[in-house]
């Protein structure tokens, strides 16, 4: 199934293990191991797995986002496979209440083609946080330099890579900027902040120590010829 999420600040977009039994199960998640905490995966699970009929799903995500970021319409892709399902017709559209607010999941159909490792382009918007008082040239030497930009980092697996910002435009106001980048998936945007393993970062071309303090997904671009 390919389709598309929205979800409020607040709410997880995997499933976290229990903090007390570390996935074991215990009393307090229920015996289930995982959080009881709201996510992306487990509410997903529970509705398609009541309309569908079936107990097991694997999800493959289009990137990734902090709990306290929000993603906002048309929303993040997303591919889920249904293991063993007793129904084959998702509905198209699904609502789903988190206690944060309302997440929704939208564009629902059946796909025959997976993904393991989907490309991507993305816009963000980070609130960033400055070591001094932010000024007009400050902002403008940003977008300049990070404009179409080659950046390099360090993966999980160690291996360096490449990745592009296509464009940034900030705004600064006291020790406080709000910049939309665009650039593509996979590239950390808090590491890109603060240029943990990371060059160039953001604190290279401003001159000083940033921190980015959130960032919420604003668009999401699949680079494929198959699901959009």
Known sequence: IYCRYTKPRGVAQRRLFCGECNGRGCERCRGTGYSTSPSVEGLV???L???LGSKKFKFTWFGSEDPDSAVFPPGRPMVIESKSPRKRHPPRALRLRTGEGEMSVSGVRVIVKSFERPMFTFMTRAVI???RKVSEDDVK???REMRNALVQYRNNKGRLVDK???FVRASGRGKKITADIKLDG????KRLVSGEAVSPSFSESMRMPLRCERFDIVRVWPRFGGAR
């Open 45 to 47: 699970s529970k509705r």
């Open 49 to 51: 797995g009541a309309l």
């Open 129 to 131: 946080s400055a070591e």
């Open 141 to 143: 030497r940003l977008q």
């Open 164 to 166: 592009k910002i296509y």
């Open 186 to 189: 996979g590239l950390p945007v």
